[in-house]
């Protein structure tokens, strides 16, 4: 069986009246096209879980940090109020990957990604992923607001399709240009030891939350990321 499966990766299902409009009303992107990548926040704006979401015929499923599923079912239930909405692990899909393709909804060049049954873990998508400088995940992204992520330059936000929990500030910061720290991928031992997020020290990789004006020459400044650094 191929080695495909992303077991840092979780599903929740959702599924029930008017799905769509429920999600649509709480992430940072349009469900115009699927799949896409969004995030939810709170409403000063910072990551609550980043994930990417599929459709499966009437449902939605959420691909996201296997660490911040919990958290992210919670908050969902929370907003559903009285609403005839099912949100639930999906345990018979997980997510696949493969650096043989360009599909994406975050950047082409992370290679193909698709929903199937659960088969043997993938090789190489950390290394693969953190080479390109595209950060994930709860552990990656904390609670930092969702534009320090990168998320305006890796498909993440929409600006124009109404309101989100956390589009005030959100918005703000982009039209204001006030997004003053961004996350970068170093080499280990470039960063101070305080602006480390965490160290993958076997891929001599560390995943650096900077200041834009102290970023280290060494820092990984892929094509993808167009702002001043």
């Known amino acids: 069986m191929p080695e495909t499966t992303l077991t840092d990766r979780a599903l929740l299902r959702l599924s029930g009246e008017d799905v769509r409009g429920f999600v649509e009303g709480l992430v940072t992107n349009t469900l115009d096209a699927l799949p896409a990548y969004a995030a939810l926040l709170t409403p000063q704006g910072k990551v609550i879980a980043d994930f990417i979401i599929w459709a499966d015929d009437d449902d939605l499923l959420l691909d996201c940090d296997v660490a911040a599923a919990e958290a992210l079912e919670r908050r969902l239930a929370m907003y559903r109020l009285r609403r005839a909405i099912i949100i639930e692990r999906e345990e018979r899909l997980a997510v696949h990957w493969s650096p043989d393709g360009a599909d994406d909804p975050r950047l082409p060049a992370l290679g193909r990604r698709w929903i199937a049954p659960p088969g043997e873990a993938a090789r ?59 996350l970068f991928v170093v080499p280990s031992g470039v960063a101070p030891a305080a602006r480390v997020r965490i160290d993958y020290s076997e891929l001599g990789l560390a995943v650096a939350h900077l200041r834009v004006d102290e970023v280290p020459a060494e820092a990984i400044r892929p094509a993808w990321f167009t702002l001043d650094a």
């Open 124 to 182: 190489g998508w950390l290394e693969h992923r953190l080479r390109l400088g595209v950060c994930e995940g709860a552990g990656e992204l904390g609670d930092l607001l969702w534009l320090e992520c990168n998320a305006d330059e890796l498909n993440g936000v929409s600006f124009t399709k109404g309101c989100f929990v956390g589009q005030e500030n959100t918005a703000r910061m982009n039209w204001r240009g006030k997004v003053n720290r961004r």
